[in-house]
C-alpha cells in the first residue's frame, strides 16, 4: 500500500468527519437535529462516498462522535453510527448512477432511527410514524443538499479528493 494514498485517505476521511460533527452542531443549535422530525445538515455529506472511500469511515466516525458530543443515548450512538455506514457504503456502490446514491442514507436512517427514537429515547409516537418524518427529513437533507452538494463539487472533485 503506498502511504501517501492512505495518509491523503486518512487526512480526507478526518475532514469530513469534522465537517458532519460541525454541522450537526449547528442542526442542533438551531433545534434540527433531533426527534421525531429531523433535518440535519450533516447528512448531505453523505453525498460524499461518490467521490471517494474515505468518506465511508470519516461519516461513520462523524456520526458516532457528533451524536456522542450531542448527548444521545448510546443506542443512538452506535445504531445512528450503523445506519450511516450502511448509507454511505450503499452511496458508494451506487456512484455511478448520483442521483439513486442518495437513497441508501435515505432508507437506512428511515428504518434504523425510528427504533432508536423508540426504544431509546421513549418516543410514544407509531414507528411507522417516525419512518415517514424521518424518511422526510432525510430526503431534505442527503437527498436534496446532497444533491446540491453533488452538483456544487463535482467540478473540482477530482482537485479536491485527488490521489496525486
Not at 45 to 62: E, K, Q, V, W
Not at 125 to 131: K, S
Amino acid at each position: 500500500m503506498n502511504t501517501r494514498y492512505s495518509v491523503r485517505g486518512l487526512i480526507h476521511g478526518g475532514a469530513i468527519a469534522a465537517l458532519y460533527v460541525a454541522l450537526t452542531f449547528v442542526s442542533a443549535q438551531l433545534g434540527l437535529s433531533s426527534g421525531v422530525i429531523q433535518l440535519r445538515l450533516s447528512e448531505a455529506l453523505c453525498i460524499l462516498p461518490i467521490f471517494t472511500p474515505a468518506a465511508i469511515p470519516g461519516l461513520a466516525i462523524g456520526c458516532m462522535l457528533a451524536n456522542a458530543m450531542t448527548g444521545s443515548v448510546i443506542l443512538d450512538v452506535i445504531l445512528g453510527s450503523i445506519a450511516t455506514l450502511i448509507g454511505a457504503i450503499g452511496t458508494r456502490l451506487l456512484r455511478s448512477r448520483h442521483v439513486l446514491s442518495v437513497v441508501p442514507p435515505i432508507l437506512a436512517n428511515a428504518f434504523i432511527v425510528p427504533f432508536v427514537l423508540r426504544y431509546g429515547y421513549g418516543m410514544p409516537d407509531a414507528v411507522w410514524y417516525m419512518i415517514i418524518t424521518v424518511g422526510a427529513g432525510e430526503i431534505l437533507s442527503a437527498g436534496v443538499l446532497g444533491i446540491l452538494l453533488y452538483r456544487a463539487i463535482r467540478c473540482r472533485a477530482e482537485q479536491i479528493f485527488s490521489r496525486s
